[in-house]
């Protein structure tokens, strides 16, 4: 299935592909809208491969980075008044988009889907229990073909075998990175590892 055969009204959200499109492309740079066009493409292919819906991959992957432009402040309005995590706002960007996109995808585009709203809110760190959607996303961002960094090659022949091994790939590389640039790690960051290295030992 191509993107351009996608049918979202009806089913996720009333507003069109093209009109969704539109609006995604006026909140970001050209090259961050690029970024996002493509995560949409490695959406498909993993949701074609391990069974997810398509369409629900496509819509959350083209709305994931949709406040990731926005000024910190009106996000941190937006995480304090919703009730999330207040602890957020002093990590940037980086880690309220998430939260504040799933917030725009159902105030501004009606959905209701949770396994949507799930995905969009958990892109960046991941969740300690994530759905098929979800996981999805998270690896279909990390691994998408723009993606140059070291470490990537071996993230996307993981991505072929399991999902579940693709993305605690990434859970444990995002800590290693932090950790190596001296950077203050979100505590939900840490959660979300903890919970991922236990399930991941007692399979061993």
């Known amino acids: 299935m191509t993107n351009t055969e996608l049918a979202y009204t009806g089913i996720y959200t009333d507003w069109t592909r093209e009109a969704i499109l539109a609006e995604v492309e006026k909140q970001m740079k050209p090259s961050r809208f690029q970024h996002v066009l493509r995560v949409e493409a490695s959406s498909i292919q993993l949701a074609e491969k391990y069974g997810a819906s398509v369409e629900a991959c496509s819509l959350a992957a083209l ?11 009106s996000m941190k309005e937006i ?3 919703e009730g999330m995590d207040s602890e957020m706002t002093g990590y940037g960007s980086e880690i309220m ?10 105030t501004v585009f009606g959905i209701k889907d949770e396994a949507i709203l799930d995905a969009i809110r958990q892109h960046t760190i991941g969740g300690e229990m994530m759905t098929l959607i979800g996981k999805v996303l998270f690896i279909a961002d990390y691994i998408e073909s723009g993606r140059a960094f070291k470490g990537v090659d071996e993230a996307r022949r993981l991505a072929e075998d399991s999902l579940d091994e693709a993305a605690y790939f990434k859970i444990e590389k995002t800590i ?16 979300v590892y903890n919970s991922w290295i236990q399930r991941k030992v007692g399979k061993s």
């Open 63 to 73: 709305l994931h980075d949709y406040a990731k432009e926005h000024a910190a402040e």
């Open 79 to 81: 995480v304090l008044s």
């Open 176 to 191: 290693i990175h932090l950790v190596k640039k001296e950077l203050p790690i979100y505590p939900g960051t840490i959660y």
């Open 97 to 106: 988009h998430g939260p504040v996109g799933a917030y725009y995808a159902e």
